[in-house]
């Protein structure tokens, strides 16, 4: 199973930008998708889930700014993110709760992390 982010960039404060996570490979099911970031020098936190039944959780610091959603036909997970602030400047990673074929267990997979800059 592999998790693949993609749409980071440098983007100016208060423009928006949205980052796309998709999962591929030996997929039987899938619960719980998220977004998480690290910022340079300090510990990873959550951002946002959301599970299989589209309940969402977010982060007080995201709240009525950013959007998780997913798209179940294609393993996706996407996190829009409006009025951005340089303190959302960070390494965005996806991970999803995932069941694989074959073994039939459930396990927690991450993506690679894709760059987020906000900056004038």
């Known amino acids: 199973v592999q998790l693949q982010a993609s749409g980071g960039g440098l983007v100016q404060p208060g423009r928006s930008l949205r980052i796309s996570c998709t999962a591929s490979?030996?997929?039987?099911?899938?619960?719980?998708m998220g977004w998480y970031r690290q910022a340079p020098g300090k510990q990873r936190e959550l951002v946002a889930t959301i599970d299989s039944g589209d309940s969402t959780n977010y982060a007080d610091s995201v709240k009525e700014r950013f959007t998780i959603s997913r798209d179940n036909a294609k393993n996706t997970v996407n996190l829009q993110m409006n009025s951005l602030k340089p303190e959302d400047t960070a390494v965005y990673y996806c991970n999803a709760r995932i069941l694989t074929t074959g073994a039939l267990k459930w396990a927690t997979f991450w993506g690679q992390g894709t760059l987020v800059t906000v900056s004038s």
């Open positions: 490979g030996s997929i039987f099911s899938i619960s719980t």
